[in-house]
């Protein structure tokens, strides 16, 4: 709901009580509001309810930043009351191209473009090899993206951590719970300004 919308509520609510609440309290609890029913959105379906009202996206493209953006600016972002529930990004995994095979660190990989679709938005989102994500201050690249499984670098502000293989849906889930910031991604130029 929006501000009108919330103020309207709070209003026939005092009158029912026959209590009065201050407008800056009034102001502080729409806040919370904001914060806590976007919050159920995931940084995925946030990007694409901006991205599918081509509102240009004026911050990082993090989930508090971009909550932060619907807040002091005011963005009028329809409620969507089927996100009762804090969810998940659904996704698959696209393999396009043929080719011959090359090998990365001993492990085979074909020469095709695999790419992670985002399924529950609008917008055409993919994730693909040298994509960066910075999550939880760890910044994740995508080396390579191979059965069911990323292979990414990743490292800790300047210092080298390790390759490592990771499960896409364990990704997804830490992009989803955690503080991440898409920092390279073809929807970073889509979207932003």
């Known amino acids: 709901m929006n501000a009108l919308q919330f103020a309207c509520i709070l209003s026939r609510v005092q009158k029912q009580l026959c209590k009065s609440i201050d407008s800056d309290i009034i102001k502080y609890m729409y806040d919370i509001y904001l914060i806590d029913y976007y919050d159920k959105y995931t940084l ?35 409620d969507r009351h089927w996100y009762d529930k804090k969810g998940h990004t659904k996704w698959c995994q696209h393999t396009y191209g043929r080719g011959s095979h090359l090998y990365l660190n001993n492990i085979q990989q074909a020469s ?20 960066v994500f910075k999550i939880d201050n760890v910044y994740y690249e995508i080396l390579a993206i191979l059965n069911g499984k990323i292979f990414i670098y990743q490292t800790r502000e300047t ?19 955690n503080d ?14």
Not at 46 to 74: E, H, M, T, V, W
Not at 159 to 177: C, E, G, Q, S, T
């Open 44 to 78: 995925f379906e946030l990007i694409d309810l901006f991205y599918s009202r081509y509102i240009p996206i004026q911050c990082d493209l993090n989930k508090k930043a971009i909550i932060n953006l619907i807040k002091d600016k005011g963005v009028d972002i329809p």
């Open 112 to 131: 095709y473009k695999n790419v992670i679709c985002i399924k529950n938005v609008n917008a055409d989102i993919e994730i693909t090899k040298d994509d």
């Open 159 to 177: 210092n080298l951590v390790d390759n490592i293989y990771i499960d896409i849906v364990d990704f997804i889930r830490m992009i989803d719970d």
């Open 180 to 193: 991440a910031t898409i920092i390279k991604n073809k929807i970073q130029y889509a979207v932003r300004i």
